[in-house]
């Protein structure tokens, strides 16, 4: 899907979602503490997306689904760096 604003005011699809599963991979010595070199955060991410919309190819499908994931605000923030505040209250 483009960004020109013809393509975002002009389609309507309506896709059933029957089934969504996000997996991710990451180093438990990172995770531990146990290699300071080693990210604590996932180091891949994947989407995985079973859909299906009648009367609709697949080339469409694949274009709504990565637009979708694309627009997501949990995607969106693991693909970039994101401020992250602590804040501690004493119970």
């Given at each position: 899907?483009?960004?020109?604003?013809?393509?975002?005011?002009?389609?309507?699809?309506?896709?059933r979602v029957s089934d969504v599963t996000v997996d991710s991979e990451s180093d438990d010595r990172?995770?531990?503490?146990l290699d300071p070199a080693i990210d604590a955060g996932a180091l891949s991410m994947r989407v995985v997306l079973a859909i299906r919309a009648p009367g609709?190819?697949?080339?469409?499908?694949?274009?709504?689904?990565?637009?979708?994931?694309?627009?997501?605000?949990?995607?969106?923030?693991?693909?970039?760096?994101?401020?992250?505040?602590i804040e501690l209250r004493m119970a």
């Open positions: 899907m483009t960004n020109s604003s013809d393509d975002r005011k002009s389609r309507v699809v309506i896709v990172g995770i531990l503490g609709r190819a697949a080339d469409e499908l694949d274009e709504v689904a990565r637009w979708a994931v694309l627009h997501c605000p949990v995607t969106d923030s693991v693909r970039r760096a994101v401020p992250t505040e």
